[in-house]
Structures are given as structure tokens and as C-alpha cells.
């Protein structure tokens, strides 16, 4: 299988005819027709149903023809990109998929100032561990830190193992409380578990774990006895519901100060909070590390 014998594909599907489709190639109607059987023996499938009609994909073939676009748009994306290399600008280039953590968000922040006035592209994308492992393994991001409790550390590591992905611990941590400087929980000495009843949990809704179920996730993070919850997906309305409402907390890796003082939070511990987290940066193991990563890990 080569590159040729995908654009055949493409172009017999697209038209739905040898004839019509050799016309559009260029090449002779045997020869095209024999390119397509050919492929198909060496795949073991069969990727046309031939009618009198003309030619119509078999569900093998739509799969087939899915991953032959993928492919040759990626080709062409890249022609697109160095075809004129030498009249190009040379361009900062840097992406990482994280989880919603205001001490990495403000990491990036003061790594954007590493930007220079030249051509530069910055990719800062929050989003849950699946994503982030699924993004990193396919090179749309080129790394990525994913956030999991600590006893599923085995788990990962054969992941990453597997998936061969490099990996270095960023940081070992207990979530911590945040809620409204002025409300009740802010004036506790001391918060347990159970004081969290009455008041309304901001939850991000996204596991941590690939393999398990939000359900799952919900009942192993999130404790049973909490009546009422405000699942969000990013974190610009966390900040707005925490400080508008005093009855509001929510479980988060620690907060830099000045956030907490931009907002009116106040952060606290839970003398009940046992549970260890990780967050653990990702990248594939044929990938070197470019100075702007290295410069991104120093202000992490």
C-alpha cells in the first residue's frame, strides 16, 4: 500500500465509476482497476461492491476511505507548510493539554512572556486525561499533563509503558478547599467532611481516570453526603460562582495567592482529606524536548 493507491480510492469513491475516476487520474481504466483489487488482496478486504450501477463503498471500505482523507490531508498539510520553507518566517511553536489548575495556568501566563516579536504559535488547551493522552499520542499536542489519584499510579505507569510515553511527576498534592472569604466555612477552625453538607459543591465534571465511567468517578471523588452540586467545564465560572455565593466550595490543587485575592477566597484544609493526587507531564518518547518546553517546565 502507498500513497498512490489511497488517492485512487479517494477519487473512485468520490466519482463512484473506474471510468470516470481514471479520467479524473490521468491513467488507464485497467490499470486502475487493477491498483484497487490489488490493495484489496493485500488487505484482505473488500472495499468496493461493484454494480452495474458503478462503484459504492462497503462498510470495510467507508472505514478504509475515512483513514485514506486523513492521511493524505496530512500529507498535503504538510507540503502546504514547507513547500516555501525558505521564504518562511522561522516560528516559535508550543502546545500542551493540562488540567484545569489555576498554579499551571499561571505557570503558562508568565511563560507567554517568553514570546518573541517573530512568528509564534502558543497552544493551551484544558481538558480531562483521556483527552490529553488521546491528543499527545496522535502529536496534536506535543505534551500534555494529566492529574490522577494516587493509587491508580499503576494503572499509568503500564499505560505509559504501553503507549510508550515519556513521564515526569510535576507535582504531589492534596486538594485543598476554596470558598467565599466571607462565608461560614471561611470562619471554621477546623473543616470536616461532614461540615460540607449543607453547602453547594463546584465540581468539574470530567474523570480522571480513561478506562472508568463518570458514574464511576462520581462515586469515588465525589462524597455521597453532599445534597446539592454545580458541575462546570472550565474554570471562569468557577471563580464567578465562588465569589458571588457564599454557600459555594470547591475542591482544587492548590491556589496561588494572588487569584485568592482577586476573587475574595479564602483556601483551606479538610482535616478528613486523605486522598493524594499526581499531576504527571506526558510526552511520546520519540519527541525531544525544544527549548520552549524546557523554558514551560522552569516557570512550572
Known sequence: MNLVSLTYIIEVAKSGSISKAAQSLLIAQPNLSRSIKELESELGITLFNRTFK????????????GYAKKIIGQIEEIE??????????????FSICVPRASYIANAFARFSLKMTDGAA?????????SHTISNVL?????????????????????????????????????????????GALASQKQIRLSDLDSFIEIAHADPFVPSL???????????????????????????????NNKETFMWVSPIPK??????????????????EYQDVLIYREDYYLSELDKLF???L
Open 54 to 65: 458503478g462503484m459504492t463503498l462497503t462498510p470495510e471500505g467507508e472505514e478504509f476511505l
Open 80 to 93: 502546504h507548510m514547507y513547500r516555501n520553507k525558505t521564504k518562511m518566517e522561522a516560528k516559535q511553536i
Open 258 to 275: 494572588h487569584l485568592l485575592e482577586r476573587y475574595n477566597l479564602a483556601q483551606r484544609e479538610c482535616a478528613d482529606n486523605e486522598k
Open 121 to 129: 504559535e502558543f497552544y493551551y488547551k484544558e481538558t480531562n486525561s
Open 213 to 243: 465511567a463518570l458514574a464511576a468517578i462520581k462515586r469515588e471523588e465525589l462524597p455521597e453526603t453532599v445534597k446539592r452540586r454545580i458541575f462546570v467545564f472550565e474554570r471562569g465560572s468557577q471563580f464567578d460562582l465562588l465569589a
Open 138 to 182: 496522535s502529536s496534536e499536542y506535543n505534551l500534555g499533563i494529566i492529574r490522577y489519584a494516587k493509587k491508580f499510579s499503576s494503572y499509568f505507569n503500564s499505560m505509559f509503558e504501553e503507549k510508550r510515553l515519556a513521564h515526569r511527576l510535576v507535582k504531589d498534592f492534596r486538594y485543598v478547599l476554596i470558598t467565599h472569604r466571607e
Open 297 to 299: 517546565l522552569l516557570a
